[in-house]
C-alpha cells in the first residue's frame, strides 16, 4: 500500500496512543505529549502535525512550524519520528517531503531543522533531501 503522509487536524485515542509509542523512541527525557498537549498542536495556526501511516498504522511524526517575522516567512521542522519498525522504508522522507511542500505553500524561503550528529540515517536524509548543515552556533536557554 506504501506511505501516506497526513496532516493531524482532530486528536483521538489511535493519535494518543501513536505518541505514547513514538516519543520515547525520539526521547529519553520528555514525555509523550497528553490529550489535551496533542490537541493544541493539532489545532495551533502555525504547526502542522504530520502522521504518516503505512497500512492504516500511523509509524512517524513531523511538526513542521510556520512562522512571520519581519524579514520573512520561516519554516522550522521539529521531532521527527519513525517508529524503530518502519525505518528505512521511506517514512521519514515522505514526511520531510511533505513539510517541504507545505513550507514552499505558505511562502518559506527556508526551511531549518537540528538533528543530532549519532543520527547517522537521518543526517544523510536531510543532506539528500537538499538540506545543507550551516556554520552556526545554537543556544539554548532553560533546562534540557
Given at each position: 500500500?506504501?506511505?501516506?503522509?497526513?496532516?493531524?487536524?482532530?486528536?483521538?485515542?489511535?493519535?494518543?496512543?501513536?505518541?505514547?509509542?513514538?516519543?520515547?523512541?525520539?526521547?529519553?527525557?520528555?514525555?509523550?505529549?497528553?490529550?489535551?498537549?496533542?490537541?493544541?498542536?493539532?489545532?495551533?495556526?502555525?504547526?502542522?502535525?504530520?502522521?504518516?501511516?503505512?497500512?492504516?498504522?500511523?509509524?512517524?511524526?513531523?511538526?513542521?512550524?510556520?512562522?512571520?517575522?519581519?524579514?520573512?516567512?520561516?519554516?522550522?521542522?521539529?521531532?521527527?519520528?519513525?517508529?524503530?519498525?518502519?525505518?528505512?522504508?521511506?517514512?521519514?522522507?515522505?514526511?520531510?517531503?511533505?513539510?517541504?511542500?507545505?513550507?514552499?505553500?505558505a511562502g518559506a524561503k527556508t526551511v531549518d531543522l537540528t538533528s543530532r550528529p549519532?543520527?547517522?540515517?537521518?543526517?544523510?536524509?536531510?543532506?539528500?533531501?537538499?538540506?545543507?548543515?550551516?556554520?552556526?552556533?545554537?543556544?539554548?536557554?532553560?533546562?534540557?
Open positions: 500500500m506504501g506511505v501516506r503522509v497526513e496532516e493531524a487536524r482532530a486528536v483521538d485515542d489511535e493519535l494518543v496512543d501513536a505518541f505514547a509509542r513514538l516519543v520515547p523512541q525520539l526521547s529519553r527525557s520528555n514525555p509523550a505529549p497528553t490529550e489535551a498537549e496533542l490537541a493544541e498542536v493539532a489545532r495551533s495556526e502555525a504547526s502542522h502535525l504530520l502522521v504518516a501511516r503505512d497500512g492504516g498504522t500511523i509509524v512517524g511524526s513531523l511538526t513542521l512550524v510556520l512562522f512571520r517575522i519581519p524579514t520573512a516567512m520561516r519554516a522550522w521542522i521539529e521531532d521527527v519520528v519513525v517508529d524503530e519498525s518502519a525505518r528505512g522504508q521511506g517514512v521519514g522522507e515522505a514526511l520531510n517531503r511533505e513539510a517541504l511542500r507545505l513550507a514552499a505553500e549519532s543520527r547517522e540515517a537521518a543526517n544523510r536524509l536531510y543532506q539528500r533531501l537538499g538540506f545543507k548543515e550551516r556554520d552556526t552556533n545554537v543556544y539554548r536557554y532553560g533546562a534540557e
